[in-house]
């Protein structure tokens, strides 16, 4: 059973930061891309940050400059360091990994069960 663990989140003020984490644990042969996601009342989901099997990132528009996603591989961990954080970026923030189980399985992708985020102005 795969599982995906986060820890992290919180109340801060604005301008503040937060340090999000997630760990996969269960029975892992392969981690592709890894990423975290978040998901406003009465919004869609939306990508905030991914990073793929060699480190390369992609942000959201609306954290660039602010938030800085890290890998840890040997931990199956990744990170979310958020700084200069604003009143919009409160949410539930979910981690996503996109893994297979065994050698030759498929690839399928598998969400943590969220961690919540406020920002207060």
């Known amino acids: 059973q795969v599982q995906l663990v986060e820890s992290g989140g919180g109340l801060v003020q604005a301008g503040g930061s937060l340090r999000l984490s997630c760990a996969a644990t269960?029975?892992?042969?392969?981690?592709?891309?890894m990423g975290w996601y978040r998901q406003a009342p009465g919004k869609q989901r939306e990508m905030v940050a991914t990073?793929?099997?060699?480190?390369?990132?992609v942000y959201a528009d609306s954290v660039k400059g602010r938030f800085t996603i890290s890998r840890d591989h040997a931990r199956k961990s990744i990170y979310l360091q958020m700084d200069s954080l604003k009143p919009e970026d409160t949410a539930v923030y979910y981690c996503?990994?996109?893994?297979?189980?065994?050698?030759?399985?498929?690839?399928?992708?598998?969400w943590g069960q969220g961690t919540q985020v406020t920002v207060s102005s």
């Open positions: 996503s990994a996109n893994l297979r189980q065994y050698y030759g399985g498929d690839y399928y992708d598998y």
């Open positions: 990073i793929t099997n060699r480190d390369r990132k």
């Open positions: 269960g029975s892992i042969f392969t981690i592709n891309d």
